[in-house]
């Protein structure tokens, strides 16, 4: 799958803009993965507030590839996940621990690639033009204090690619607080 980029969307502070024939070019989504991560890091350097940093790595993550919903849930207690912030339409406020893929992910401890949310056992429809997602759960000292999730209109969006970088770029969240205690 390609991308095209356009240099017009970058803003000076984050990051580097590479040369653009025409002012577009056309990359793979690895490309476009390792583009992307400076870019979050240069926005999270030097920021310490949780919530900025989600914003804006969510932020990043929907404009670069075009989702249909990006954002966090974050774990409120020892069964509950809550919205925290995001990019895209209204979206389930509440998540019970093990319920949709969300709470699944969570409860499993690991990432969830879901090709068909139709076809997911107990997908929570917070809207009915989702059709494929992926949630990285996001670790701070070993323990997962949230989600990101990821939905698409498409589907099958999502792969191994997908995975591992956004597993890497989740770990960027809370640096090494992020490693498995």
């Known amino acids: 799958m390609y991308y095209i980029i356009s240099c017009n969307n ?6 580097k803009c590479i040369t653009f024939v025409q002012n577009e070019i056309i990359m793979s989504k690895v490309d476009n993965y390792v583009a992307l991560i400076p870019r979050i890091q240069s926005v999270l350097s030097g920021e310490t507030d949780e919530i900025a940093r989600m914003s804006n790595m969510a932020a990043l993550l929907h404009f670069e590839f075009g989702f249909w919903w990006t954002g ?6 020892a069964d509950e ?8 339409p209204v979206a389930c406020t509440r998540i019970k621990k093990g319920r949709g893929v969300c709470g699944t992910s969570w409860r499993e401890d ?3 690639v879901v090709p068909d949310v139709e076809q997911f056992p107990g997908h929570i429809a917070c809207s009915s033009q989702s059709r494929s997602e992926i949630v990285v759960p996001c670790r701070k000292f070993g323990q997962i204090v949230a989600v990101l ?3 698409s209109k498409e589907l099958a969006t999502f792969d191994e690619i997908d995975r591992d970088y956004l597993e890497q770029i989740v770990s960027m969240l809370y640096g090494r607080e ?4």
Not at 10 to 15: F, I, N, P, V
């Open 149 to 151: 999730d990821i939905d």
């Open 178 to 181: 992020s490693q498995r205690g």
């Open 110 to 112: 690991r990432t969830l």
């Open 72 to 77: 966090f849930y974050r774990v409120v207690s």
């Open 81 to 88: 996940l809550v919205l925290g912030p995001f990019q895209g």
């Open 10 to 15: 970058l803003q000076a502070d984050h990051g």
